[in-house]
C-alpha cells in the first residue's frame, strides 16, 4: 500500500512539472511588450525634442550621431543647431540651421526679458527697502540698450580675464557698469563675483561701479567675440573698446 502510494506521488509531481513551466514562461512573456512600450516612449521624446529645435527626425538622429563621434568628445554641450551648423554639408544646410538659431535665441532672449520684468515687479513689491544688486529696467520693446554714456563690461563667471579687466579699469578711476552674462538673476551669485574679484565695495555703494544681470543684453547688442568685453555707445552704435 505504501509502494503504491510513493507511485501516485511520482506520477502527480511528473504531471503537474509541466503545467508549472507553462505557467512560469507565461508570466514571463509580459517583459518583451515592456520593451516594446519603453521604445515608443523613447521615440514620441526624440520627435518632441526635433520640435522644439525646429527640426525633423532625420536631423535629430545625425545630431545624435555627430555627439557620439569626435564633435561630442570636443563639444559635449553643444545645442542641435550649432552642432549640425558646424557639420553642415552645404552652404543650403549651413544658412538653415543659422536661421533656426537666432529665431530660437530671440524666443530666449524675449523669455529672459519678460522674467526679468516679473523678477523687477516681485522685488519691488515684496522688499521696496532691502538693498540689492542694482537691476535696470528691461531692454525696450525694440531690443535696443541705450546708453548711460559709461562704459559698460560684460563679464561671467569663472572667468580669470572678465576680473583682471575690471581690476584694470577700476584702478584707473573709471566709472563703468558690470553685467554677469549666465548670472542666473542670482544676486548672490554676482556679489560673490565681486568679491573674488576685489571690487570695491565703496564703489559698489556710490554707484560708480555698478552691478547687473545681463538679462539678455549681450545678446541683444550683437557683438562678436569673447567675455570679457569692454563696450561703449559711440554715434548710436555699440562698440567694443580695446
Not at 102 to 112: C, D, S, T
Not at 228 to 239: C, E, S, T
Amino acid at each position: 500500500m505504501q509502494r503504491r502510494t510513493l507511485s501516485m506521488l511520482f506520477l502527480l509531481a511528473a504531471l503537474s512539472a509541466p503545467a508549472f513551466a507553462q505557467q512560469s514562461a507565461t508570466q514571463v512573456t509580459p517583459a518583451q511588450p515592456s520593451r516594446v512600450a519603453q521604445s515608443q516612449v523613447d521615440q514620441a521624446d526624440n520627435e518632441r525634442l526635433a520640435q522644439d529645435w525646429g527640426l525633423s527626425g532625420d536631423e535629430w538622429g545625425r545630431y545624435r550621431e555627430l555627439m557620439e563621434g569626435p564633435l561630442g568628445i570636443h563639444s559635449p554641450n553643444l545645442d542641435p543647431l550649432t552642432a549640425l551648423g558646424i557639420e553642415a554639408r552645404s552652404d543650403e544646410e549651413r544658412r538653415r540651421y543659422a536661421e533656426l538659431q537666432v529665431q530660437v535665441e530671440a524666443r530666449r532672449v524675449e523669455k529672459l526679458l519678460a522674467y526679468q520684468r516679473a523678477y523687477d515687479e516681485a522685488w519691488q513689491r515684496l522688499h521696496p527697502d532691502a538693498q540689492r544688486v542694482n537691476l535696470p529696467d528691461a531692454l525696450p520693446g525694440d531690443g535696443v540698450l541705450t546708453g548711460s554714456g559709461r562704459t559698460a563690461v560684460f563679464v561671467r563667471d569663472g572667468c580669470v580675464p572678465c576680473a583682471q579687466i575690471v581690476q584694470r579699469l577700476q584702478t584707473a578711476g573709471a566709472e563703468f557698469d558690470v553685467y554677469m552674462v549666465g548670472s542666473r538673476q542670482d544676486d548672490a551669485r554676482i556679489r560673490a563675483w565681486a568679491r573674488q574679484s576685489r571690487i570695491d565695495p565703496a564703489r559698489v555703494r556710490s554707484g560708480s561701479i555698478t552691478l547687473n544681470h545681463d538679462g539678455g543684453r549681450w545678446l541683444a547688442l550683437g557683438l562678436s567675440g569673447e567675455l570679457p568685453a569692454v563696450v561703449r555707445q559711440v554715434d548710436g552704435q555699440w562698440q567694443r573698446q580695446p
